[in-house]
């Protein structure tokens, strides 16, 4: 018989009064994927999150988590979560609520390498309410990963993390990929998205956009950036071929392109020779801006067309 899948949510609709902020979305995520959801502020992650951990009742839809609903799926200790807002109880010391958390479990994450894994292993003896917010976050997810949960929910787990925080939290990500996990997790940070996670799901005014693999999402994005050094005279750039725009700082020129042959072909026409050539296609970030620019000048929403769902 086939495995459940770790997250199964169909036809889902919440509402807040008259504000609909997630309109009849669908979203499959078979086990061991990692997902990244991305859309802008008020796009609606969170509230599909929240309301796939069952935290509210929808307006319309329904929710399966590991085969069961969310509720049954949390209390089996099958669903690690960390929501945006999450507590820690204060007055009270990071090893002190991390042990009153594992006793839950009749098996839990070995308690060193979930320390190794959340990078808290200078924390135990901390207050909660000394801890950074970044340190914060970890502990947060220390605690879901706790019950060495096969799936994590996670709405956006590195807001308050530096560099190296984010950095730690992506090798995490993909050692519980390696493991088996599933990791659903809602970011802003389109580089984690693209370095983390094999399917990323963009929603746009409550409702999915774009459904892929990052390559396939960005590729969506038909321009090319066509860059060189240029110390001279920027005249007649605007009008090449197929050059939408022109940009870039010093002598460098950044050349943004829906045809980039035609574009190379008038610039080696009129120049010896273009120093520091490059030709990139789209980043995530370009396409994110794309799909979602596009997407919130549509007067009717129904009319949108998804072309990438992954169907994985
Ligand atoms: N408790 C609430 N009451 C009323 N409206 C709400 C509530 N929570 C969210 N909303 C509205 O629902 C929409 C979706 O919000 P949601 O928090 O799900 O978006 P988000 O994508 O998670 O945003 P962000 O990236 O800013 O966290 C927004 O228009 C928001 O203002």
């Known amino acids: 018989m086939p495995e459940n899948p770790a997250l199964d949510v169909e036809g889902l609709t919440v509402r807040y009064g008259a504000t609909v902020a997630v309109d009849a979305l669908d979203l499959h995520v078979p086990r061991g994927q990692t997902v990244a959801l991305l859309g802008s502020n008020g796009a609606g992650k969170s509230s599909v999150l929240n309301a796939t951990l069952g935290l509210f009742r929808p307006a319309a839809g329904h929710v399966r988590l590991l085969g069961r609903a969310p509720a049954d799926a949390i209390r089996s200790g099958g669903v690690g979560a960390m929501l945006q807002h999450g507590g820690l109880p204060s007055e009270t010391k990071v090893g002190e609520v991390l042990t009153l958390v594992r006793r839950r479990y009749a098996d839990p994450w070995p308690l060193e390498d979930l320390l190794a894994t959340a990078g808290i292993e200078g924390l135990l003896g901390r207050g909660v309410d000394a801890l950074s917010g970044g340190q914060r976050q970890r502990v947060l997810l220390a605690l879901a990963l706790a019950g060495a949960p096969p799936l994590l929910v996670l709405d956006e787990p590195t807001s308050a993390m530096d560099v190296e925080g984010r950095q730690a939290f992506w090798t995490t990500m993909r050692g519980l990929a390696d493991r088996g996990h599933t990791v659903v997790f809602a970011t802003h940070h389109l580089d984690e998205a693209d370095a983390v996670a094999d399917r990323v799901v963009v929603v746009d005014a409550g409702r999915v956009v774009a459904d892929g693999s990052a390559a396939a999402i960005k590729s969506r994005v038909a321009g090319r950036t066509v860059s060189f050094r ?33 574009t190379l072909r008038a610039l080696l026409a009129d120049r010896a020779s273009l120093p520091g050539l490059e030709v990139r296609g789209a980043t995530l970030e370009q396409a994110f801006l794309h799909l979602t620019t596009q997407h919130t000048t549509t007067q009717h929403p129904t009319t949108r067309t998804v072309d990438e769902r992954s169907t994985r």
Do not use: I, K
Request: proline letters at 6%.
């Open 230 to 262: 240029c110390p001279g005279s920027r005249d007649g750039l605007t009008g090449l071929p197929g050059v939408t725009a022109v940009g870039g700082v010093g002598e460098l020129v950044e050349l943004a392109t829906s045809d980039a042959e035609s």
